[in-house]
């Protein structure tokens, strides 16, 4: 099959920095690079003899669309290794994670829509773009002022993609656009935030926040359903539809008091879920061990059961 026009390729010579110093002399090819390089090599062959004729049934019917829950599978299991701390596992669940940007890569390439080669290249060529205080000539001797110039280049590419989409897509070359819908909700208002903060738009203060949230407390409560009369079905959906409003205008200001104090709203939701679940089954265990179910305990038993936990967890 002839190799698909290359898109990264395509994308090479966008916001490219002024003076760009000579990169292949700046990045030494070393004994680490060239195993990867092997590994690689053998992984990509070896998918690819998956999908093939006489390659695995399972594999042979997969496409991007039935394989999106393990991509989102296995970025997580990434998250949970990190939070574990062991290596080993730390490194398998990167090359399951891997797998998959090989597997969707040789399924784009049977459509004639780009390689494995194309994805590489095009994050090359961005990482080299997107960092001119080494490869060019600018100055950045700080994280902030690297952040600064990375949302910068961002800003430009997505200017450069408005031009190369057309204006009849509706895309608008905006701070906050670009930002995948796909993302969890979390992850979203956490991107939405962080860029309008980069453009200037942000809380002066934690206090300014905190008074936001009491706020939206307030509203909540404003927004609780009234008494209505059972056949008002329409009143009740505007109750509904207000209500969730006011709480997911809650969440998100949760979420931008996370990213204020420079804490991942994700990452600490995840670890409250965690800690709720070990502490609900050293409750349902310490029921168990009494010969009784945590679901039969009264009230005032399982909130004890709560306070134990809370020392024990």
């Given at each position: 099959m002839a190799r698909p026009k290359s898109k990264a390729t395509t994308k090479s010579n966008r916001c490219r920095p002024a003076r760009t110093k000579s990169v292949g002399a700046q990045i030494p090819i070393t004994r680490r690079d060239r195993a990867a390089g092997k590994w690689f090599?053998?992984?990509?062959?070896?998918?690819?003899?998956?999908?093939?004729?006489?390659g695995c049934p399972w594999d042979r019917e997969q496409t991007h669309e039935s394989l999106r829950k393990f991509l989102v599978e296995e970025a997580y299991e990434v998250l949970d290794a990190i939070e574990a701390a062991e290596a080993r596992q730390f490194a398998s669940e990167?090359?399951?994670?891997?797998?998959?940007v090989v597997f969707h890569s040789i399924l784009a390439e049977e459509r004639g829509s780009f390689t494995i080669s194309d994805v590489i290249e095009g994050v090359h060529t961005k990482m080299i773009r997107r960092h001119p205080h080494v490869f060019a000539d600018v100055g950045a001797t700080t994280s902030a002022a690297v952040l600064k110039t990375w949302e910068e280049i961002k800003r430009e590419e997505r200017r450069e993609e408005k031009g190369?989409?057309?204006a009849e897509d509706g895309f608008e070359d905006s701070a906050v656009a670009g930002i995948p819908r796909s993302l969890p909700a979390v992850l979203e208002a956490y991107e939405l935030t962080r860029r309008a903060s980069k453009v200037g738009f942000d809380w002066d203060n934690l206090a300014g926040i905190l008074d936001k949230l009491d706020e939206e407390r307030r509203e909540i409560e404003s927004a609780l359903p009234r008494e209505t009369a059972p056949s008002d079905g329409q009143?009740?959906?505007?109750?509904?539809?207000?209500?969730?409003?006011?709480?997911g205008d809650l969440?998100?200001?949760c979420v931008n008091i996370a990213r204020f104090c420079t804490v991942d709203p994700e990452i600490a939701l995840k670890r409250a879920n965690r800690k709720f679940q070990k502490r609900f089954q050293w409750m349902e265990a310490a029921a168990a061990r009494t010969g009784r179910r945590?679901?039969?305990?009264?009230?005032g038993e399982k909130e004890e059961l709560w306070k134990r936990s809370k020392t024990k967890q």
């Amino acid at each position: 099959m002839a190799r698909p026009k290359s898109k990264a390729t395509t994308k090479s010579n966008r916001c490219r920095p002024a003076r760009t110093k000579s990169v292949g002399a700046q990045i030494p090819i070393t004994r680490r690079d060239r195993a990867a390089g092997k590994w690689f090599t053998k992984l990509v062959a070896l998918q690819g003899r998956l999908r093939g004729p006489n390659g695995c049934p399972w594999d042979r019917e997969q496409t991007h669309e039935s394989l999106r829950k393990f991509l989102v599978e296995e970025a997580y299991e990434v998250l949970d290794a990190i939070e574990a701390a062991e290596a080993r596992q730390f490194a398998s669940e990167l090359g399951d994670l891997l797998l998959q940007v090989v597997f969707h890569s040789i399924l784009a390439e049977e459509r004639g829509s780009f390689t494995i080669s194309d994805v590489i290249e095009g994050v090359h060529t961005k990482m080299i773009r997107r960092h001119p205080h080494v490869f060019a000539d600018v100055g950045a001797t700080t994280s902030a002022a690297v952040l600064k110039t990375w949302e910068e280049i961002k800003r430009e590419e997505r200017r450069e993609e408005k031009g190369e989409r057309g204006a009849e897509d509706g895309f608008e070359d905006s701070a906050v656009a670009g930002i995948p819908r796909s993302l969890p909700a979390v992850l979203e208002a956490y991107e939405l935030t962080r860029r309008a903060s980069k453009v200037g738009f942000d809380w002066d203060n934690l206090a300014g926040i905190l008074d936001k949230l009491d706020e939206e407390r307030r509203e909540i409560e404003s927004a609780l359903p009234r008494e209505t009369a059972p056949s008002d079905g329409q009143a009740h959906r505007e109750s509904s539809r207000r209500l969730e409003e006011e709480i997911g205008d809650l969440l998100f200001v949760c979420v931008n008091i996370a990213r204020f104090c420079t804490v991942d709203p994700e990452i600490a939701l995840k670890r409250a879920n965690r800690k709720f679940q070990k502490r609900f089954q050293w409750m349902e265990a310490a029921a168990a061990r009494t010969g009784r179910r945590f679901a039969d305990l009264a009230r005032g038993e399982k909130e004890e059961l709560w306070k134990r936990s809370k020392t024990k967890q």
